[in-house]
């Protein structure tokens, strides 16, 4: 496997660098600077599964180099700050937002039984069904 290559790669695809990817597999910029430069040539398995968990590396992309290099259900564009982001939000709370996309995705053009983003349905100036 060439890993300067791959590390490229992941920097390009994800817009970040060496320090980004040090931090979100909790390695060296050192560490990172070997594999770059290619003094280490077989990166520790640790390593490897943090860009696959941490990074969202696509394992197929990663060891076969099918498919896209980052691995992100229902969106073909992520950056490390969207990472970051999701990281910081509970389990809880991106079942919650799931379910109301879900739902807004559902809802039929104009109808009213649907509650908006603000969680409340449009139901006439009265407030009443």
């Not at 600077?33 to 968990?53: A, R, V």
């Amino acid at each position: 496997m060439n890993w300067p290559r791959i590390l490229k790669e992941i920097k390009t695809s994800l817009s970040i660098c060496s320090v980004d990817i040090a931090r979100a597999t909790d390695t060296s910029t050192s560490y990172i600077t070997e594999i770059e430069k290619g003094k280490s040539k077989n990166p520790k398995t640790e390593f490897i599964q943090s860009l696959i968990t941490e990074l969202h590396v696509n394992p197929y992309w990663l060891f076969k180099g099918v498919g896209d290099v980052i691995e992100v259900k229902g969106s073909s564009l992520v950056t490390y700050d969207d990472l970051l982001l999701l990281k910081s939000v509970s389990a809880y709370d991106l079942i919650i937002l799931a379910k109301e996309a879900a739902l807004l995705k559902s809802a039929p053009p104009g109808n009213q039984n649907y509650p908006d983003q603000h969680g409340s349905t449009d139901q006439g100036s009265s407030g009443r069904l």
